[in-house]
């Protein structure tokens, strides 16, 4: 049977679990929110002001072209999110970022999910002190810095979790279509935007 899990981590003590959740969740949240913010900002500079949403968001922004080019751009953003849920296709839009964790004799094992834009949004785990690593895959060689023993081992735990019940997990959701609208900077941007306006109007 071949077992690829080439990122994954073990907690070291179990009794930080609730902590790990919290902290993970949070500084994920802030990851997810500054990918966000460099895509409405990118989007925003490439927006179509011929099209009908264009001008359809320029009238919902009083006329301001900025705060317009932002509203379309947040609106194709979250219309791309939406549109490829579901999809088995990669996407610049899988804005879903998770870890799962799956038990084993007392023990916490994790898989952090996120690709494409959101590749990088659980990159810190690598540092948390609380994790080691626990990676395995059996279809290449083990890495040189492990030992057989211990990498046979670890091979040993994955497939008991297999063979225990893969779909047996809790999962830290960081960012998913149902939370969203929590993580969307849209309106803390044009806010930005507003405040920005009001104080350069009083110079």
Not at 55 to 70: I, T, V
Not at 78 to 91: F, P, T
Not at 158 to 184: H, N, P, R
């Amino acid at each position: 049977m071949s077992t690829k899990v080439y990122v994954a981590y073990r907690l070291k003590q179990s009794k930080d679990i609730w902590p790990f959740v919290r902290d993970t969740r949070r500084r994920g949240e802030e990851n997810v929110k500054k990918v966000l913010r460099v895509l409405h900002t990118t989007f925003s500079e490439n927006v179509d002001t011929a099209s009908k949403g264009y001008a359809n968001a320029l009238k919902f922004s009083d006329g301001n072209e900025a705060r317009a080019r932002l509203k379309v751009a947040s609106e194709a953003i979250r219309e791309g999110y939406r549109a490829q849920l579901g999809r088995m296709e990669r996407s610049i839009f899988d804005f879903d970022v998770s870890v799962a964790i799956r038990e084993h004799k007392g023990r916490m094992y994790l898989i952090p999910h996120c690709d494409m834009m959101m590749r990088d949004a659980l990159k810190f785990l690598a540092r948390d002190r609380r994790l080691e690593n626990f990676a395995y895959w059996n279809n290449t060689d083990q890495p040189k810095r492990i030992s057989r023993r211990e990498w046979d081992a670890r091979g040993e735990i994955w497939d008991a979790l297999d063979a225990s019940g893969w779909g047996d997990y809790v999962t830290i959701i960081v960012c998913d279509w149902s939370k969203f609208y929590m993580l969307d900077p849209w309106l803390d941007m044009t806010r930005e935007m507003i405040r920005k306006e009001k104080a350069a109007s009083r110079l």
